[in-house]
């Protein structure tokens, strides 16, 4: 339900790490194990990249799954931009304010 939903709230969804690898390097092997174990196919093509300001800026909702992913991606941010980075489990109610498991 919550994949089918999704394309009717966002127009784009990007993915992008605070730690990622600034040159491309493929994708982190936990992410890849956890697309698999959902079936998701992982093509080649696809590449790390790391969150950039200009990127912060484009979307109305930066989403990360650690607190400390909150922090350093507030600290490349304009401040006006600041709202739009959120925890994940924010919009979980018995999770809220904290990371992913």
Do not use: F, M, T
């Given at each position: 339900i919550f994949r089918a939903?999704?394309?009717d709230v966002f127009k784009t969804i990007a993915s992008a790490?605070?730690?990622?690898?600034?040159r491309g390097g493929p994708v982190d092997a936990r992410a890849a194990a956890a697309l698999a174990r959902?079936?998701?196919?992982?093509?080649?093509?696809?590449?790390?990249?790391?969150?950039?300001?200009?990127?912060?800026?484009?979307?109305?909702?930066?989403l990360a799954m650690e607190a400390d992913h909150v922090q350093a991606l507030r600290a490349k941010a304009e401040a006006e931009l600041h709202p739009r980075i959120q925890m994940l489990t924010d919009f979980v109610p018995e999770m809220a304010g904290q990371n992913v498991p």
């Open positions: 939903k999704l394309g790490g605070v730690h990622a690898d600034p959902h079936h998701y196919s992982l093509d080649r093509k696809w590449r790390s990249q790391r969150a950039e300001p200009a990127q912060l800026a484009r979307y109305d909702l930066v």
